[in-house]
């Protein structure tokens, strides 16, 4: 029979086993569900992960389904902007997506997933082509020529934003650079005048070719002889009388779109924006004029020149504070250099043609230059602008000089969106020709390559 105080020991030392045991186990339990929980965690991460570049991936992919359309910012994932994630029957997560523009040219899709508490990030970004609503940035009716200059190793470069548009050909040469579209023989259809403000129902109201002063009176070609003139009243004195009202722009004797394009800014527009540019009024001028920096008070809105104009801007700010000004021309308008700032549209309006020159180095358009020019447009020289040019007659750019950077012309598209017809320039006809770009991706082939940042 064993000692009993040998038996003592054994039993402690069993005990010491088992506590030891003990210890081992519930280490070794402890850390394998530590490691559980960690696994889980890392898997509900690196599922979160995935499930954001999934969210990313499906609204980029709806994107695509709307490319070629006008579409609207920001984009989400759904109506809702949030989508489950189902497992088993239950919900274990969830995965929201947005898309928005983050600079010129380049949008974001921004996607969190969420699995079981879990978060995770990704923002993409793509390229893009805006949504634009704007004047064709070059158009005319009439035949378009665009040249730039060489000698030696000397370049003057034309540089426009598409589309550029013509009613005719549009020319070119090796020193011409286009981003964006060239649409020759386009059919365009001139803006017309014929319009009347109806104040009852705030809107333009078109009027019967003729009926310049849109009483429902006027006198018809009865001569056949493709214009109406006094004779076309046969000695009538009443119908001389209805002449007389209708022909507003007495100068030529004749009733044409003269009359309509003076009556149209000279009463209707004049009348309902309160420009003072009718007759006799302070922002009306007869006869040639000459203007330069500070020749007009500060804050007018519009001048109206019944003759030729000659601007001199000379890379001066007419005025300090940002403005719309807009100047309208029954003859030719002569600019040298149009300057503006940032926030600044200039919009010339001329019933003749226009003509700009000027050096690019001392000055350009920084906000936006709207022209539109009955007759023909001639650019000569540098200069760089955003906006829209149109002529109902021909367009021609030049360079001139192969001189670097002094006399390259810059012609982008405007920065102004004209969805909003509040947006419009003032004075714009009614129915300048305005277009409208739709959404599109850039992607590799294009010269763009998405890049993908996990946050």
Request: hydrophobic share 35%.
């Amino acid at each position: 029979m064993m000692p009993r105080i040998k038996r003592g020991y054994i039993l402690i030392i069993v005990a010491a086993f088992l506590t030891i045991a003990s210890l081992a186990a519930w280490v070794v339990v402890g850390l394998g569900c530590g490691e559980i929980l960690q696994t889980r965690n890392r898997n509900d991460t690196v599922s979160a992960y995935y499930a954001a570049v999934a969210g990313a991936e499906f609204l980029y992919a709806r994107l695509k389904s709307v490319e070629g359309q006008i579409v609207s910012w920001p984009q989400t994932l759904a109506e809702t902007d949030v989508r489950t994630l189902p497992s088993g029957g239950t919900t274990v997560g969830t995965v929201s997506a947005v898309a928005n523009t983050v600079a010129a040219n380049i949008f974001g899709i921004a996607s969190e997933g969420v699995v079981n508490g879990r978060r995770a990030t990704v923002v993409v970004k793509y390229g893009m082509d805006n949504p634009f609503t704007n004047g064709y940035p070059l158009g005319s009716a009439g035949s378009m020529t665009l040249t730039g200059n060489r000698w030696l190793i000397f370049r003057s470069w034309v540089r426009a934003e598409g589309p550029i548009a013509s009613g005719g050909s549009i020319t070119s040469n090796n020193y011409v650079q286009v981003s964006g579209a060239t649409l020759p023989n386009q059919p365009f259809a001139p803006p017309s005048f014929w319009y009347k403000w109806d104040s009852a129902s705030s809107q333009w109201i078109s009027k019967l070719v003729g009926d310049t002063d849109g009483n429902g009176i006027y006198l018809t070609d009865v001569n056949h002889d493709g214009k109406v003139t006094i004779e076309d009243a046969g000695g009538d004195e009443d119908m001389e009388n209805i002449f007389a009202l209708d022909n507003t722009y007495s100068s030529d004797s004749e009733i044409n779109d003269k009359d309509a394009f003076y009556t149209y800014y000279t009463h209707e527009l004049n009348e309902k924006e309160n420009l003072q540019i009718g007759e006799g009024q302070s922002n009306h001028y007869n006869g040639n004029q000459n203007f330069g920096p500070s020749s007009i008070a500060s804050g007018t809105r519009a001048i109206f020149v019944d003759g030729e104009t000659d601007i001199l801007f000379n890379n001066t700010q007419w005025w300090a504070a940002a403005s719309n000004h807009t100047i309208i021309s029954m003859g030719d308008i002569t600019i040298l250099q149009p300057t503006n700032g940032v926030n600044d549209t200039l919009t010339l309006i001329s019933y003749g043609d226009i003509a700009t020159g000027g050096l690019n180095v001392f000055g350009g358009i920084n906000g936006n230059l709207v022209v539109y020019s009955h007759g023909d447009f001639d650019a000569f020289y540098g200069g760089s602008s955003n906006g829209t040019i149109f002529a109902d007659g021909t367009m021609n750019i030049d360079t001139v000089y192969p001189v670097p950077f002094l006399l390259n012309r810059n012609l982008n598209k405007g920065t102004v969106d004209w969805a909003n017809p509040a947006n419009w320039p003032l004075g714009l006809p009614p129915n300048y020709n305005r277009i409208t770009l739709s959404f599109s991706i850039l992607n590799e082939i294009t010269g763009y390559k998405p890049r993908m940042q996990r946050k």
